[in-house]
């Protein structure tokens, strides 16, 4: 049933609201990766959104087109309801990158961060900048998030070791809402790759994959 919901849910937002996004056909819904600054590796896990956009259109049911790559000061940015960014290494927001941001989400967008190892401290301040005011929050394992499609009891799964312990799945809740989605020490993004890339046991890939599709299912419908 709460499936079922999930796809009517998302059918009616992208029918109405897609229709007069600039690079979107009506009904078509794609990710935009954000190509930051600072020098870290933005573009890595090429085949992870991909994947994920071909599942999101078999599991969900709507029609998906292809990753877009956008800056935070792109004339397009508004067109693309979900972003996400990845990377190893340094993330660096000017005063006007952190400004438009802030009003992309506070205008219904969601950001969806996924460190790859390595941009934990880089995003955490950056972050700051967008929200001085909102802490980056770790949400429990009861919220939506992590049961819309597919039940996580235990939060994020494990997907690669870093740094040891448990994953951790972080937001931003604004004017009520979650508008950033932090997942940290798992590595969702490498679990999303084609098998050959890292060669992660399938059950890994599938869980990862399952928790991709709940984040993109929570933002669609909130």
């Known amino acids: 049933m709460l499936r079922k919901f999930v796809v009517a849910a998302i ?11 600039a690079e979107a056909r009506p009904g078509e819904f794609t990710i935009a990766r954000v190509k930051y600054r600072g020098g870290g590796d933005w573009y890595t896990d090429p085949t992870s959104l991909p994947n994920l956009l071909t599942q999101v259109e078999k599991v969900l049911g709507i029609p998906t087109g292809e990753e877009a790559r956008v800056t935070l000061l792109d004339e397009h940015l508004f067109a693309y309801p979900f972003i996400y960014m990845t990377g190893h290494g340094k993330v660096k927001f000017s005063g006007e990158e952190a400004a438009k941001l802030r009003l992309y989400l506070e205008s219904g967008g969601f950001l969806w961060a996924d460190d790859c190892y390595g941009m934990d401290e880089y995003f955490r301040r950056e972050i700051r900048k967008v929200f001085p005011d ?15 499609v597919y039940d996580f009891n235990s939060g994020l799964p494990k997907i690669h070791e870093h740094h040891g312990g448990p994953p951790h799945g972080y937001g931003i809740i604004h004017n009520g809402r979650l508008v950033v989605f932090y997942s940290y020490n798992t590595d969702i993004g490498c679990g999303l790759e084609d098998a050959e890339v890292h060669h992660d046991p399938p059950e890994k ?8 599709i709940n984040i993109v ?3 669609l419908t909130h």
Request: glycine share 0%; no cysteine.
């Open 205 to 212: 890939r599938e869980a990862a994959m399952k928790m991709a």
């Open 217 to 219: 299912a929570y933002a």
């Open 11 to 21: 059918l009616l937002l992208l029918t109405t609201s897609q229709a007069a996004m």
């Open 134 to 148: 909102d802490e980056l929050v770790e949400l429990p394992f009861d919220h939506e998030i992590y049961h819309m």
